[in-house]
C-alpha cells in the first residue's frame, strides 16, 4: 500500500520551521499542552515511567514534570534537533522503541495525524504499556482545515479545470474511538474540541502554517508549485465564504483528544448482557412515589 504522507519531507518542513522560528507559531502545541494538563489532572494516580512521543517540543514533557504525578520521563524524537540539546532517544517515525509493558504512560500531542499506519502506532504503544497504563494522545482531525481546502478546490477547479491534494486527509473523532478499540486499549474515548483562529487573509494563515512547519507533505501532491494566481483567487474564496464582517477569515483546528488504558484484570468491566438484577421494564412502569 502505498503511503499517503511523506514523513521525511515533513520532518524536512518541521525541521525548517525550527531553524527559523515565528514567535506564537506554537499556539496548537501550547493549547494541546495546557488541554494534557487538565486531563492528566484528573487522573487520580502516580506513573513510574512515561514516554513522550514525537511531540516536536518540550510542552509534553514539561507538562508530565510539572504535575508531579512522573518518576521517570522518557523523550523520543525523530531527529535530534527537536530535543534542542536535552536528553532523549532518536527513532524512525511511527516506532515505540521500548521493551513491552516498560512503560506506565504514553502521551503524544499532534504528530499522529501524519502517520501512514495509525493503527499499527497505537498496538505499539498499548504492548509497550504494563497493564493498566495509561496513553493519552491528541492530533488534528477532521475538520481542520475545511476552509482553507474548500477554497483552494474550489480556485484550482475554476481555474485548471481540476484539483490535486493541498490538505492532509484528518481522521474523524468516531474513527479515533474505534482505532483505540482495534489496537486493544480498555476503557477508550475519544472527544474533539475545535479551535477557530482568525486571520487578514489566506496569506497570513499559510505564513503561520509554514511556521508550524505543517505545509502539505502528502505523497500523492502536485510536484507543480502553486501560481500566484491560484493562491489569488483561493484568497478571494476565502474572503467570500468565511470571513466575519471586519473582513477576517476564520481557519478552524480540530484537535482530537484519545485515551486508553491497557487491559488490567483491576478494571471495571460492563455486565454481560441479561445480568442486570431488575430490568428497565419495571423499572419505568414503577408508580410514582415508590
Not at 499532534?110 to 497505537?122: E, F, K, V
Not at 477576517?248 to 480540530?254: D, G, K, Q, T, V
Amino acid at each position: 500500500m502505498q503511503p499517503i504522507m511523506d514523513t521525511s519531507l515533513w520532518l524536512a518542513h518541521k525541521r525548517r520551521a525550527l531553524i527559523h522560528p515565528v514567535n506564537g507559531a506554537d499556539f496548537l502545541m501550547h493549547r494541546a499542552a495546557e488541554d494534557l494538563a487538565d486531563r492528566l489532572g484528573a487522573v487520580e494516580r502516580r506513573f513510574a515511567k512515561a514516554a513522550v512521543l514525537f511531540c516536536q517540543t518540550s510542552a509534553a514533557a514539561d507538562v508530565l514534570a510539572r504535575s508531579g504525578k512522573v518518576a521517570d520521563i522518557a523523550r523520543v524524537e525523530a531527529d535530534a534537533a527537536f530535543l534542542n540539546g536535552a536528553a532523549g532517544l532518536i527513532a524512525p517515525l511511527e516506532t515505540v522503541p521500548f521493551e513491552p509493558q516498560g512503560l506506565d504512560l504514553v502521551v503524544s500531542l499532534l504528530s499522529l495525524q501524519t502517520m501512514n499506519d495509525i493503527p499499527g502506532m497505537l498496538i505499539q504503544i498499548r504492548r509497550a504499556l504494563r497493564p493498566d497504563g495509561l496513553f493519552l494522545g491528541a492530533f488534528a482531525g477532521a475538520g481542520t482545515l475545511a476552509e482553507l481546502r474548500e477554497s483552494l478546490l474550489a480556485a484550482e477547479t475554476e481555474l485548471y479545470g481540476g484539483a490535486s491534494p493541498r490538505v492532509i486527509p484528518f481522521t474523524d473523532v468516531r474513527d479515533a474511538g474505534a482505532l483505540l478499540q482495534r489496537a486493544g486499549f480498555a476503557l477508550p474515548v475519544a472527544d474533539v474540541e475545535t479551535v477557530t483562529v482568525r486571520y487578514a487573509d489566506l496569506f497570513a494563515l499559510m505564513a503561520d502554517l509554514r511556521a508550524m512547519g505543517e505545509t502539505i507533505a502528502l505523497t500523492d501532491r502536485s510536484r507543480r508549485p502553486g501560481s500566484r494566481r491560484l493562491f489569488a483567487r483561493a484568497s478571494e474564496i476565502y474572503a467570500e465564504r468565511f470571513s466575519d464582517s471586519d473582513g477576517r477569515i476564520r481557519a478552524s483546528f480540530s484537535i482530537v483528544w484519545m485515551s486508553g488504558w491497557a487491559p488490567d484484570a483491576s478494571q471495571q468491566k460492563p455486565l454481560k448482557p441479561g445480568s442486570a438484577k431488575v430490568s428497565l421494564k419495571t423499572i419505568l412502569e414503577k408508580p410514582e412515589g415508590h
